[in-house]
């Protein structure tokens, strides 16, 4: 379901996966999976009507087993007295836009695993931003945080600003394995995101990171250094997009030159803005490696140097100085 | 023009006819949610009556005052979700005005490569993927099976370019998940987000981008790696065009008066893409100069002429218009605040201009009678007549070529606008196929299938432009100038306005900046454009009466009824829906009713 509080970004990221693709999924290419059908407004052949007689088959129990998967953050319809805020398709006895959150409401209840994908629906993201006019929250403000799904799941939150595409389709491969008996329960953390794509900061997996040991850092951001002290937050945040890359290991964050804006967190966005001020931890973190960095910098250097030389055995004379000593051929000195 | 569909006839009844309410809600395989209301009268064939509603809100610029400017562009990137690098880039460009500071040479040429690549991903994606599958041999067996009959048939005349030896053929690829070049086209729409990536750090909101230019590290393996996939892309151009072609001048034989699908008066509007680092300075005073350098030309068309090129004039007639939209008015009862009187060249600015635009959101029950859309009316004002022009972007890709052409303009070898109602496109030798020029004309009409087959041909003006931004780029570096950020201070009050081109058409920025802070905000994305409800005036919007124009060919009637033609129609304009949009039609005798026709209720006096 596409119409929370979002923008189908996690949908449109998802069809850039390759790791395993849509159509790897749904065509039944990996082995051991249930046959998959897929109901997503941006993909499906279905229009109208036709589309949402899946929808109200879940809803009524008429569809088994089926996964939900929700992005978009979820508003507050209770803050007004009339009106919505995000539907999809219309009551027929009312007239009226099913909101979002009846749907939320219909189906979580009958479905067997609900994954929240993107940072909107995990945590309530951008729209969930302080003055906002909609008091948006993430699924699990919205259902409990110790929801659990009939049969016993907790909500599966694969956060991301938008979700990375692999990140999404392995989240969902693990799920249709372990619903078909071949997993066992997914591995998640407090904030309920897969432990194995979770578990590391950006910083622990960026390439730039050798730099912040050295204490070289980018002060302006046209530089390939450390950004820490241009708005980086790589340091404290959770996210794999340093090691994985964006797609099949190309792009990415701090990795190619973007700032880490703590995009997959549930403290996104209010608590990294001013997105371009250097984050209040790194003005001391990078200054206390400094005396450290600079030495090991200038130490690396000479090193550098040296091993940036061939050793002296390598050249045209016609004597051998690699330290054997032929039996037979070699001219001798003198 | 739709003469039955004025607010003032609401709610009378048409004369009598086979009349049947019908409703897609949603209509999928667009981006966002858009539910259509129809009512048709299937004795002649044709809808009676369109209106357009929005099904979402989220408030940015209500929830971006008192931000950090420089926040500005990471935070409008999410309004979209296939095309938020568009607000980034438009985003930046606004900031770059108000903060006057002028990128690298070598991070706009960076810029355009990432957009160049998000038109080629996107048109891509959406032509074949979700548009294509309109015209795919499972849809047409089921809504024409005349149709198909014929395209059995029929030889496609480009089948030694593309491979596909009829109609029928063609129409098979595109089938869903099974049709070898709708998996194609997935295919490539990935390798074309690793272009993106390559430039722009991430799809689809960017982590590289910022006011003053790019983080993105402009070595030789970023451009080789973007140049390797291009040519890939212009290689499946050579047989993508041509089989788009086939397959929309197979529609307007097999089904004499399909041009009037879609159809509406031709009134245009495109905002210009792809600086020129070499004239844009980002200055207010010299935006008329540097918005014609643009290697698309912005303009607004009206019944086929060329009204204005001029950025300046663009942005000074730009209204924003209530009508049936859920907000309260700020213009009037003191609620909102003039933020700008003039423009820095001395032009007044109107209360209903974006940067005097405040958002009052007022959430209440859907009323076709009455309110019944989250989405505002942008309008153009037409100062020759006074009228405020519901412009729309045809998707974007009719747009700017049909402004390139009319101006002229543009010329850079692989791309040109001789002036003579063209646009040539070169593409390159590649792997397995030699050099080749398409030529897009002016078409008759403003309908479903040119919006399309502009769609293809942009496709390949986006990769003819990248060959040009490789080249440039690389001349950049090869003359060690890699530099890819200019310093800059955020002033303490200032305004600033960005133009560009998002992948669905006309994409604008407006801010003010007082303390430092963002004191107002407001993008103008295309979909506000063309999903407009009605407004003040009654002018419907560009779906509304381009879906109220279009006949039905379908065999099927009421009982089997998919609504192809109208969903060619909506499709055609690329609806990118965040912004959220229902579309409604009523006003006739209801005689017989269907799927949810209660979404009427408020009409049936």
């Known amino acids: 379901m596409t119409t929370g509080l979002g923008c189908d970004g996690d949908s449109i990221s998802t069809t850039a996966a390759t790791l395993p693709s849509i159509e790897d999924v749904v065509m039944g290419a990996i082995p051991g999976l249930p046959k998959v059908h897929l109901h997503n407004p941006v993909l499906a052949y279905e229009v109208g009507d036709d589309f949402m007689k899946f929808w109200h088959a879940a809803a009524e129990g008429r569809l088994e087993p089926f996964v939900l998967v929700l992005e978009g953050s979820v508003p507050n319809e209770k803050i007004k007295k009339e009106g919505y805020w995000a539907a999809m398709g219309t009551d027929p006895d009312t007239g009226q836009p099913i909101t979002t959150n009846e749907w939320i409401d219909r189906l979580a209840p009958k479905a067997t695993a609900v994954i929240a994908s993107g940072t909107c629906a995990t945590y309530g993201g951008i729209h969930a931003m302080e003055g906002n006019p909609t008091g948006a929250m993430g699924l699990a403000d919205y259902l409990g945080w110790n929801w659990r799904s009939k049969a016993g799941l907790p909500i599966v939150n694969v956060p991301g600003c938008p979700v990375q595409p692999d990140n999404m389709m392995e989240t969902l491969l693990y799920l249709l394995y372990q619903v078909a008996g071949l997993a066992p329960l997914i591995p998640l953390d407090n904030e309920l995101r897969p432990t194995w794509l979770f578990g590391k900061t950006v910083h622990e997996g960026c390439d730039r990171g050798s730099y912040y040991e050295q204490a070289d850092f980018a002060h302006e951001y046209g530089s390939p250094k450390c950004l820490v002290k241009v708005g980086c937050w790589g340091p404290v945040v959770n996210c794999n997009v340093t090691k994985r890359g964006w797609m099949d290991g190309i792009g990415g964050c701090p990795n190619v030159g973007g700032i880490c804006i703590g995009c997959t967190m549930p403290g996104f966005p209010d608590k990294f803005m001013p997105f371009m001020d250097e984050p209040p931890g790194a003005t001391f973190s990078s200054s206390v490696i400094g005396p450290y960095g600079r030495l090991i910098r200038m130490l690396r250097a000479i090193t550098n140097r040296a091993v940036n030389k061939e050793p002296r055995w390598r050249h045209p004379r016609p004597d051998l100085t690699t330290g054997y000593k032929p039996k037979y051929y070699a001219h001798q000195r003198g | 023009?739709?003469?039955?569909?004025?607010?003032?006839?609401?709610?009378?009844?048409?004369?009598?006819?086979?009349?049947?309410?019908?409703?897609?809600?949603?209509?999928?395989?667009?981006?966002?949610?858009?539910?259509?209301?129809?009512?048709?009268?299937?004795?002649?064939?044709?809808?009676?009556?369109?209106?357009?509603?929005?099904?979402?809100?989220?408030?940015?610029?209500?929830?971006?005052?008192?931000?950090?400017?420089?926040?500005?562009?990471?935070?409008?990137?999410?309004?979209?979700?296939?095309?938020?690098?568009?607000?980034?880039?438009?985003?930046?460009?606004?900031?770059?005005?108000?903060?006057?500071?002028?990128?690298?040479?070598?991070?706009?040429?960076?810029?355009?490569?990432?957009?160049?690549?998000?038109?080629?991903?996107?048109?891509?994606?959406?032509?074949?993927?979700?548009?294509?599958?309109?015209?795919?041999?499972?849809?047409?067996?089921?809504?024409?099976?005349?149709?198909?009959?014929?395209?059995?048939?029929?030889?496609?005349?480009?089948?030694?370019?593309?491979?596909?030896?009829?109609?029928?053929?063609?129409?098979?690829?595109?089938?869903?998940?099974?049709?070898?070049?709708?998996?194609?086209?997935?295919?490539?729409?990935?390798?074309?987000?690793?272009?993106?990536?390559?430039?722009?750090?991430?799809?689809?909101?960017?982590?590289?981008?910022?006011?003053?230019?790019?983080?993105?590290?402009?070595?030789?393996?970023?451009?080789?790696?973007?140049?390797?996939?291009?040519?890939?892309?212009?290689?499946?151009?050579?047989?993508?065009?041509?089989?788009?072609?086939?397959?929309?001048?197979?529609?307007?034989?097999?089904?004499?008066?399909?041009?009037?699908?879609?159809?509406?008066?031709?009134?245009?509007?495109?905002?210009?893409?792809?600086?020129?680092?070499?004239?844009?300075?980002?200055?207010?005073?010299?935006?008329?100069?540097?918005?014609?350098?643009?290697?698309?030309?912005?303009?607004?068309?009206?019944?086929?002429?060329?009204?204005?090129?001029?950025?300046?004039?663009?942005?000074?007639?730009?209204?924003?218009?209530?009508?049936?939209?859920?907000?309260?008015?700020?213009?009037?009862?003191?609620?909102?605040?003039?933020?700008?009187?003039?423009?820095?060249?001395?032009?007044?600015?109107?209360?209903?201009?974006?940067?005097?635009?405040?958002?009052?959101?007022?959430?209440?029950?859907?009323?076709?009678?009455?309110?019944?859309?989250?989405?505002?009316?942008?309008?153009?004002?037409?100062?020759?007549?006074?009228?405020?022009?519901?412009?729309?972007?045809?998707?974007?890709?009719?747009?700017?070529?049909?402004?390139?052409?009319?101006?002229?303009?543009?010329?850079?070898?692989?791309?040109?606008?001789?002036?003579?109602?063209?646009?040539?496109?070169?593409?390159?030798?590649?792997?397995?196929?030699?050099?080749?020029?398409?030529?897009?004309?002016?078409?008759?009409?403003?309908?479903?299938?040119?919006?399309?087959?502009?769609r293809t041909y942009f496709q390949a003006y986006a990769a003819a432009c990248a060959y040009y931004f490789v080249e440039k780029a690389m001349a950049e570096v090869h003359a060690g100038r890699t530099q890819t950020f200019t310093p800059f201070k955020v002033p303490k009050e200032a305004i600033g306005c960005g133009f560009h081109e998002a992948v669905r058409g006309v994409l604008s920025h407006h801010l003010v900046i007082r303390n430092h802070k963002i004191a107002n905000y407001h993008p103008y994305p295309p979909t506000p454009w063309n999903a407009t409800p009605r407004d003040i005036y009654g002018t419907p919007g560009p779906y509304e009466d381009a879906v109220q124009n279009t006949p039905i060919f379908e065999e099927n009637g009421p009982d089997k009824f998919k609504g192809i033609d109208i969903m060619r129609a909506v499709r055609s304009f690329d609806p990118c829906l965040p912004c959220g949009v229902h579309m409604y039609l009523g006003n006739g005798k209801v005689l017989k009713k269907m799927h949810t026709p209660t979404g009427l209720a408020g009409l049936s006096k």
């Open chain 2, 1 to 454: 023009m739709p003469e039955v569909l004025t607010t003032t006839k609401r709610g009378t009844s048409a004369p009598g006819g086979n009349i049947v309410e019908m409703n897609w809600d949603p209509i999928t395989r667009i981006v966002g949610s858009l539910g259509i209301f129809t009512k048709i009268n299937f004795d002649t064939k044709k809808v009676v009556e369109c209106y357009s509603t929005s099904s979402i809100f989220r408030g940015y610029s209500i929830f971006m005052l008192n931000k950090d400017p420089r926040d500005a562009h990471f935070i409008t990137s999410r309004i979209c979700g296939i095309c938020g690098d568009n607000h980034a880039t438009c985003s930046c460009y606004a900031q770059q005005m108000a903060y006057d500071v002028k990128p690298p040479p070598l991070a706009e040429m960076i810029v355009n490569l990432g957009e160049a690549a998000e038109y080629m991903f996107d048109h891509n994606i959406f032509q074949d993927n979700l548009v294509g599958v309109d015209f795919c041999e499972m849809m047409v067996k089921e809504t024409n099976p005349g149709v198909w009959e014929r395209a059995q048939k029929t030889e496609a005349p480009h089948a030694k370019d593309h491979g596909y030896r009829t109609i029928a053929d063609i129409m098979r690829a595109l089938n869903p998940f099974e049709g070898e070049f709708y998996r194609e086209t997935l295919q490539v729409s990935r390798y074309t987000r690793e272009m993106f990536c390559l430039m722009e750090g991430r799809h689809v909101h960017p982590s590289t981008l910022y006011p003053g230019g790019v983080g993105t590290v402009p070595s030789i393996q970023v451009f080789t790696d973007f140049l390797v996939r291009l040519t890939k892309y212009a290689e499946f151009m050579k047989r993508c065009l041509p089989l788009h072609d086939d397959l929309f001048d197979f529609f307007y034989q097999a089904l004499p008066g399909y041009e009037r699908v879609g159809e509406r008066r031709i009134l245009l509007g495109c905002w210009g893409s792809f600086q020129d680092p070499y004239k844009c300075d980002y200055k207010y005073e010299t935006m008329n100069d540097w918005g014609k350098a643009m290697y698309v030309t912005p303009g607004v068309i009206v019944d086929g002429k060329l009204v204005t090129n001029n950025l300046v004039d663009i942005n000074v007639n730009i209204r924003i218009l209530l009508g049936s939209s859920y907000y309260e008015d700020w213009a009037e009862n003191g609620n909102g605040e003039v933020f700008v009187t003039h423009d820095p060249l001395g032009n007044p600015i109107d209360r209903r201009h974006p940067w005097n635009q405040t958002t009052i959101p007022k959430p209440q029950k859907r009323d076709f009678a009455g309110n019944y859309s989250w989405v505002m009316c942008p309008r153009w004002l037409d100062n020759r007549t006074g009228d405020h022009l519901a412009l729309d972007t045809g998707g974007g890709p009719i747009a700017r070529l049909w402004s390139t052409a009319l101006s002229g303009l543009v010329d850079i070898g692989y791309v040109k606008a001789p002036g003579d109602g063209s646009v040539r496109i070169r593409l390159p030798k590649t792997a397995t196929k030699p050099e080749v020029e398409f030529t897009w004309r002016i078409p008759k009409w403003s309908n479903a299938l040119e919006r399309d087959r502009a």
